[in-house]
């Protein structure tokens, strides 16, 4: 195989894999997280399953803090720090194209695509990697390494609860 060949290869090929999460309820009194948790079927299949259960209901203003870290000495921010008035975004979602692709990111996976007021639990169940693949590889490429994605969420402007995925590119 050629020297040069080789090389593209690796530049074009790139893998998604799911290493950790956490999850805390930061106000026990609004929500309590009933399960958080990778599961690693096989070396190649893992998957993440979240559910929240709301415990005051309906909540009509919430807010979502997306921040992206990279591994650097501890993690370190790192290209996208975005906080969205969910409720506003859920009515039009294609408005924005950076909160499109974090709409796009949840969407498959979760049942959290819709308006306000929010009245049930969060669940999102066995989320894998090749469903964030295309989107941390082809839409944003972007360089190999461990990430973690941190969302903060909000209920009328108070932090309930903190989310951290932590994944890396190779």
């Known amino acids: 195989m050629k020297p040069y060949f080789f090389v593209a290869l690796l530049l074009v090929y790139s893998l998604v894999e799911f290493t950790n999460i956490k999850c805390e309820s930061v106000d026990k009194d609004f929500c309590e997280i009933d399960y958080c948790f990778l599961k690693s ?27 992206v870290y990279k591994r650097l000495n501890g993690y370190k921010p790192f290209l996208y720090n975005l906080t969205l008035d969910a409720c506003k975004f859920l009515k039009a979602p294609r408005s924005n194209p950076v909160a499109n692709y974090f709409y796009n990111f949840f ?38 390494g461990n990430y973690m994605l941190e969302i903060h969420w909000k209920a009328y402007d108070i932090t309930r609860a903190v989310t951290k995925y932590y994944w890396s590119l190779s």
């Open 41 to 67: 079927v096989n070396r190649t299949y893992k998957y993440v399953s979240v559910k929240v259960k709301l415990l005051r209901i309906p909540v009509t203003r919430i807010k979502v803090n997306f921040a």
């Open 107 to 144: 969407n498959n996976v979760s049942n959290m695509n819709h308006s306000c007021p929010y009245d049930h639990d969060i669940v999102m169940e066995k989320m894998t990697y090749s469903s964030v693949y295309h989107q941390f590889s082809d839409i944003l490429p972007f360089p190999e």
